[in-house]
């Protein structure tokens, strides 16, 4: 049986309530293992760490330094994920067409199919959300977040 609203903020002024930056960051974790969870389902033997490339990396491709700033990454680490990607068969390096001295790291076919596998159980995730939300609470949840997003895009002055 469901929690009302007044009941899950009754228990929420306890001592053991979470802060909101805490809840996001689980709420994160837990959805990132639902997707390596459902793409492992689906055959495709990934691991947490490979979404820092899979979440940026379009068909056009992205270079390492670009990947390594969109994850927050320093680039040797990027390096190094790249690498075991690569040994793994999920992308590529190949010289980039605009400048012949840096790489272009691309998906392969094998990529591709973890992201579609992925791209499958967010669509079961997001079908979740609306069960647990309802599709008012979702959207406004989406909302929210977005602003979130947005206010955090343009650091404060100081």
């Known amino acids: ?14 001592p053991a309530r979470l802060n909101t930056v805490s809840m996001l960051g689980q709420a994160y ?12 389902g689906a055959g495709i033997p990934i691991k947490p760490r490979y979404s820092a490339v899979f979440a940026q990396l379009g068909p056009q491709g992205a270079r390492s330094s670009a990947l390594a700033r969109g994850a927050n990454m320093t680039p040797q680490a990027m390096g190094e994920l790249i690498d075991e ?5 999920y992308v590529v390096r190949a010289p980039d067409p605009a400048d012949r001295r840096a790489k272009l790291v691309t998906m392969t076919e094998l990529g591709v199919r973890a992201v579609e596998a992925a791209q499958l ?38």
């Open 1 to 14: 049986m469901k929690d009302s609203v007044a009941e899950a903020q009754e228990r929420d002024k306890g």
């Open 29 to 40: 974790s837990l959805l990132g293992f639902r997707i390596v969870d459902g793409v492992v």
């Open 85 to 89: 990607l690569e040994a793994q068969g």
């Open 121 to 158: 159980t967010i669509t079961d995730i997001e079908s979740s959300l609306d069960a647990a939300l309802g599709s008012a609470g979702h959207d406004q949840l989406r909302v929210l977040l977005q602003r979130i997003l947005a206010s955090e895009a343009t650091p404060p002055s100081r």
